[in-house]
Antibody, heavy 122, light 108 residues
């Protein structure tokens, strides 16, 4: 059974940093691209960032480019999101999501974690 | 960036009725790489449809996807009580990945 468990969320002040983690199990982690998608409670879904199977390729939404960094540790079946220069508009539930295709990381998203809540406020 | 517009924003129907949800793209979606997700309150989204018309594992056959180019549809043939929730489309044919704003199906 695929499991994605996020951690690292919490309350942080504007301008500060947070590091999100996602522990993956139940599939061959280094066969798949991974993504972060966020959702303001009660609102829609926003893709944040994605990374390919070996970490050599990644992409970001314009809203986080230059502030967030995605990475992965295949030896530990883990995905990360380093969030710097946080803004109030980064407040959201952050989901760790598995790409559905093994051949490309730009894919539909077939398994989602339960999310970790990030709140940016002074 | 491809903008996805979902309509209607809210759909009011009764159990047993047919639901038709629309997702329109600002430009053609490469290879019809369009997915649909269902999201229940307080839960993570669940993949329903990928490649515009392929049902994900375990999805009941009352859910079907159709369309091509820039115009896509999710149809729920007979609404069950658990289907009255939110639905999102997503394109993965080009960067960045984008989602539609969602359609909420509510009980009339």
């Amino acid at each position: 059974e695929v499991q994605l468990v996020e951690s690292g969320g919490g309350l942080e002040q504007p301008g500060r940093s947070l590091r999100l983690s996602c522990a993956a199990s139940g599939f061959i982690f280094d066969d798949y691209g991974m993504h972060w998608v966020r959702q303001v409670p009660g609102k829609g879904l926003e893709w944040v960032s994605g990374i390919n199977w070996n970490g050599a390729a990644m992409d970001y939404a314009d809203s986080v480019k230059g502030r967030f960094t995605i990475s992965r540790d295949n030896a530990k079946n883990s995905l990360f999101l380093q969030m710097n220069s946080l803004r109030a508009e980064d407040t959201a539930l952050y989901y760790c999501v598995k790409a559905g295709h093994s051949s490309t990381w730009y894919s539909f998203l077939d398994f989602w974690g339960q999310g970790t809540l990030v709140t940016v406020s002074s | 960036e491809i903008v996805l517009t979902q309509s209607p924003g809210t759909l009011s129907l009764s159990p047993g009725e047919r639901a038709t949800l629309s997702c329109r793209a600002s430009q053609s979606v490469n290879s019809n790489y369009l997915a649909w997700y269902q999201q229940r309150p307080g839960r993570a989204p669940r993949l329903l449809i990928y490649g515009a018309s392929s049902r994900a594992t375990g999805i009941p056959d009352r859910f079907s996807g159709s369309g091509s180019g820039a115009d896509f549809t999710l149809t729920i043939s007979r609404l069950e009580p658990e289907d009255f929730v939110a639905y999102y489309c997503q394109q993965y044919g080009s960067t960045p990945l984008t989602f539609g704003g969602g359609t909420r199906v509510e009980i009339k």
